[in-house]
């Protein structure tokens, strides 16, 4: 357990970063420091592996003031992401991954077999990474290392700094769930800063909501969305959140639901092409629109490679017609009886004009199902793939 | 004038002759220089370093160095011989100090550049002060040391074709040789040959300099 008592902090410069800051954050659990820009989330974090020293107060990590303890020795068993990934440019990605081991004098095989272990933990095959630069991956790709480097000693404390937010939308859900997972095997006491609600939600055991240096509430999810503390929470988790909590039954229209920025293709492109969007989105279909962003049609990944052979082939000469679609303002439990009516695995939503707006798809709805009922553990229903 | 007739031909044959002589001049001009920037490169990173970690000192360090680069080299010679008297010491002590400005400032620049993510990286992962300069920093800043090094052995190649001046050896020795019997053979002699090492000193440390660039780009996020 890591309790804060009393802690202040007070920059050179007079200005009052925390001003008394009282918290217990629980071993074994995920707890999520969240709040607008400048709050001190990050001075919070620092100051657990004494990157910043209190200027009052005390902070101890199981019953030790970690003041007395040898700040090297203190970092080098807390695990550390940073803020901006901070991998070292200069070393490879085996040698950023077993810093922490190294410096500890791990043996060298010991270190390249958790090296090893921890690269194919996130999906990366160490045959090709290890040997590799951190320039030479992708940011999503990099932000995994930032990760697992931290994991590496094993350590029981780790601190992540809003790890995936350079991320896009995808990738980030799929290191949301990655960490998930992670934890429910590893049980490590995680101290996560972001400042977007819907990912404190999903991951978070406890929340502590800050504002300028203050600690405005702490609490489980559920609580803190049942009972928000004043009208900053409220407003921080937002218009509505809080109406699917009071309302429940009030059933949504496709509007709130739909995917906005699905993938979409106009019908020039070439089936290489198309492979390739497919892809970078990870999903096995494209929808197909105009420049004027009416629906054409619909092209899958089997199609395509079925006809893959030929160069000349665009996807407008592969695309199957979309004969089923909704409109904008149409319930959600009128959309779902035609998904389930016809088999569909998504629905796409259109205007009057046929102009496409966006796409329902089965995790989508079931996702917003769970939101809404959401209850005691938030994360449970985000492991369906979407 | 009197012996241009000969042209090239007459160079290259000449060169032939006193190749022997030729080689142990260019192996002293070496050796001063390497004398010179080895001893730059022991003073002048523990200095670049001090100068990164304390602000206080760094212009101080920084300008000494600048007003002996500024100064002119046969002038630099004359208070260097001075104190040291003639011989092979002043001349790589002159050395020295001419090189020693582009090793601190590249030095001092490549520290400044280190990421501040990766440095805070660095001391978030556990390391002491001692392992953030030896593993992350100064590794981070060899493409800027390269860069100096390259400059200082180029002004130095060039320098030391004074050293006869001062009662040293090297190729300068065929220069002056050269301009006292007014034999243009005997200048082309001992000029082309150091040109030509300044030439290949700055193209192989380029070469370096971009190999160390390689696999050290900054990580994009
Ligand atoms: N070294 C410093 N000297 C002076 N002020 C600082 C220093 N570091 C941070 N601050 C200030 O302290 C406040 C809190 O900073 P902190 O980095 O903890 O914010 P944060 O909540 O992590 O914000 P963000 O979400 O933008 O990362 C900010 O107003 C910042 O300007
Ligand atoms: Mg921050």
């Given at each position: 357990?890591?309790?804060?008592?009393?802690?202040k902090?007070?920059?050179?410069?007079?200005?009052?970063?925390?001003?008394?800051?009282?918290l217990?954050?629980?071993a074994?659990?995920?707890?999520?420091?969240?709040?607008?820009?400048?709050?001190?989330?990050?001075?919070?974090?620092?100051?657990?592996?004494?990157?910043?020293?209190?200027?009052a107060?005390?902070?101890?990590i199981?019953?030790?003031?970690?003041?007395?303890?040898?700040?090297?020795?203190?970092?080098?068993?807390i695990?550390?992401?940073?803020?901006?990934?901070?991998?070292?440019?200069?070393?490879?990605?085996?040698?950023n991954?077993?810093?922490?081991?190294r410096?500890l004098?791990?043996?060298r095989a010991?270190?390249?077999?958790?090296?090893d272990?921890?690269?194919?933990?996130v999906?990366?095959?160490?045959?090709?990474?290890?040997?590799?630069?951190?320039?030479?991956?992708?940011?999503?790709?990099q932000?995994?290392?930032g990760?697992?480097?931290?994991?590496?000693?094993?350590p029981?404390?780790?601190?992540?700094?809003?790890?995936?937010?350079?991320?896009?939308?995808?990738?980030?859900?799929?290191?949301?769930?990655?960490?998930?997972?992670?934890?429910?095997?590893?049980?490590?006491?995680i101290?996560?800063?972001?400042?977007?609600?819907?990912?404190?939600?999903?991951?978070?055991?406890?929340?502590?909501?800050?504002?300028?240096?203050?600690?405005?509430?702490t609490?489980?999810?559920?609580?803190?969305?049942?009972?928000?503390?004043n009208?900053?929470?409220?407003?921080?988790?937002?218009?509505?959140?809080?109406?699917?909590?009071?309302?429940?039954?009030?059933l949504?229209i496709?509007?709130?639901v739909?995917?906005?920025?699905?993938?979409?293709?106009?019908?020039?492109?070439?089936?290489?092409?198309?492979?390739?969007?497919?892809?970078?989105?990870?999903?096995?279909?494209?929808?197909?629109?105009?420049?004027?962003?009416?629906?054409?049609?619909?092209?899958?990944?089997?199609?395509?490679?079925?006809?893959?052979g030929?160069?000349?082939?665009?996807v407008?000469?592969?695309m199957?017609?979309?004969?089923?679609?909704?409109?904008?303002?149409?319930?959600?439990?009128?959309?779902?009886?035609?998904?389930?009516?016809h088999?569909?695995?998504?629905?796409?939503v259109?205007?009057e004009?046929?102009?496409?707006?966006?796409?329902?798809?089965?995790?989508?709805?079931?996702?917003?199902?769970?939101?809404?009922?959401?209850?005691?553990?938030?994360?449970?229903?985000?492991?369906?793939?979407? | 004038?009197?012996?241009?007739?000969?042209?090239?031909?007459?160079w290259?044959?000449?060169m032939?002759d006193?190749?022997?002589?030729?080689?142990?001049?260019?192996?002293?001009?070496?050796?001063?220089?390497?004398?010179?920037?080895?001893?730059?490169?022991?003073?002048?990173?523990?200095?670049?370093?001090?100068?990164?970690?304390?602000?206080?000192?760094?212009?101080w360090?920084?300008?000494t160095?600048?007003?002996?680069?500024?100064?002119?080299?046969?002038?630099?010679?004359?208070?260097?011989?001075?104190?040291?008297?003639?011989?092979?010491k002043t001349?790589?002590f002159?050395?020295?100090l001419?090189?020693?400005l582009?090793?601190?400032?590249n030095?001092?620049?490549g520290?400044?550049?280190v990421?501040?993510?990766?440095?805070?990286?660095?001391?978030?992962?556990?390391?002491?002060?001692w392992?953030?300069?030896?593993?992350?920093?100064?590794?981070?800043?060899?493409?800027?040391?390269?860069?100096?090094?390259r400059?200082?052995?180029?002004?130095?190649?060039?320098?030391?074709?004074?050293?006869?001046?001062?009662?040293?050896?090297?190729?300068?020795?065929?220069?002056?040789?050269?301009?006292?019997?007014?034999?243009n053979?005997?200048?082309?002699a001992?000029?082309?040959?150091a040109?030509?090492?300044?030439?290949?000193?700055?193209?192989?440390?380029?070469?370096?300099?971009?190999?160390?660039?390689?696999?050290?780009?900054q990580?994009?996020?």
């Amino acid at each position: 357990m890591i309790q804060f008592e009393d802690v202040k902090k007070t920059y050179e410069d007079g200005r009052e970063v925390l001003k008394s800051v009282n918290l217990d954050i629980q071993a074994g659990e995920i707890t999520v420091l969240i709040g607008p820009s400048g709050c001190g989330k990050t001075t919070t974090m620092k100051l657990i592996n004494r990157l910043i020293a209190p200027s009052a107060g005390q902070i101890r990590i199981d019953g030790q003031d970690i003041a007395k303890s040898d700040p090297v020795g203190l970092r080098r068993k807390i695990g550390y992401v940073i803020q901006n990934i901070g991998l070292f440019p200069h070393m490879t990605i085996a040698k950023n991954v077993g810093v922490v081991p190294r410096l500890l004098k791990w043996d060298r095989a010991a270190t390249d077999r958790r090296v090893d272990e921890l690269l194919s933990l996130v999906g990366l095959d160490s045959e090709i990474y290890r040997s590799r630069y951190p320039s030479e991956l992708s940011g999503g790709q990099q932000q995994r290392i930032g990760v697992i480097r931290a994991l590496a000693a094993d350590p029981d404390i780790i601190l992540m700094d809003e790890p995936f937010s350079a991320l896009d939308p995808i990738s980030r859900e799929q290191l949301q769930n990655e960490l998930i997972r992670l934890q429910q095997e590893l049980r490590k006491t995680i101290v996560f800063v972001t400042h977007d609600m819907d990912e404190a939600i999903k991951l978070g055991d406890t929340i502590v909501l800050m504002k300028d240096g203050n600690i405005v509430q702490t609490g489980r999810p559920e609580q803190i969305l049942r009972h928000p503390a004043n009208d900053f929470v409220k407003s921080f988790i937002g218009k509505k959140r809080l109406a699917n909590e009071h309302q429940p039954d009030e059933l949504p229209i496709v509007d709130e639901v739909m995917v906005e920025h699905p993938a979409t293709a106009s019908p020039t492109r070439g089936l290489a092409e198309a492979v390739k969007m497919m892809e970078k989105r990870r999903v096995d279909s494209l929808l197909i629109v105009d420049k004027n962003n009416r629906l054409q049609g619909s092209v899958s990944i089997y199609r395509v490679l079925d006809q893959y052979g030929e160069e000349s082939k665009t996807v407008a000469d592969v695309m199957k017609p979309v004969e089923h679609v909704v409109q904008t303002g149409t319930s959600l439990s009128a959309a779902l009886q035609i998904m389930s009516e016809h088999q569909l695995s998504n629905l796409a939503v259109v205007r009057e004009d046929r102009q496409f707006v966006g796409l329902i798809t089965r995790g989508t709805v079931v996702s917003h199902m769970a939101g809404m009922y959401a209850s005691e553990r938030p994360g449970e229903s985000d492991h369906v793939a979407v | 004038m009197n012996n241009d007739s000969q042209g090239v031909m007459g160079w290259l044959n000449y060169m032939q002759d006193h190749a022997g002589y030729l080689l142990s001049l260019t192996w002293g001009h070496l050796v001063m220089v390497f004398c010179g920037l080895g001893l730059a490169l022991l003073v002048g990173i523990p200095l670049g370093v001090v100068c990164a970690k304390n602000e206080k000192l760094a212009p101080w360090i920084l300008t000494t160095a600048n007003i002996i680069q500024v100064l002119p080299s046969l002038a630099l010679l004359a208070l260097v011989m001075i104190m040291l008297g003639l011989g092979f010491k002043t001349i790589v002590f002159s050395l020295f100090l001419y090189s020693l400005l582009p090793i601190i400032r590249n030095t001092y620049v490549g520290l400044k550049e280190v990421d501040a993510g990766v440095n805070e990286a660095g001391k978030g992962v556990g390391m002491s002060a001692w392992q953030l300069l030896f593993k992350v920093q100064l590794p981070l800043s060899l493409p800027f040391l390269m860069a100096g090094l390259r400059l200082a052995a180029v002004i130095a190649i060039g320098v030391a074709t004074l050293a006869p001046l001062i009662g040293g050896e090297g190729l300068g020795r065929e220069i002056y040789a050269g301009l006292n019997l007014r034999n243009n053979l005997k200048i082309y002699a001992g000029a082309i040959p150091a040109a030509l090492l300044a030439i290949l000193a700055d193209i192989v440390l380029g070469k370096l300099q971009d190999k160390l660039k390689q696999g050290r780009r900054q990580a994009k996020v």
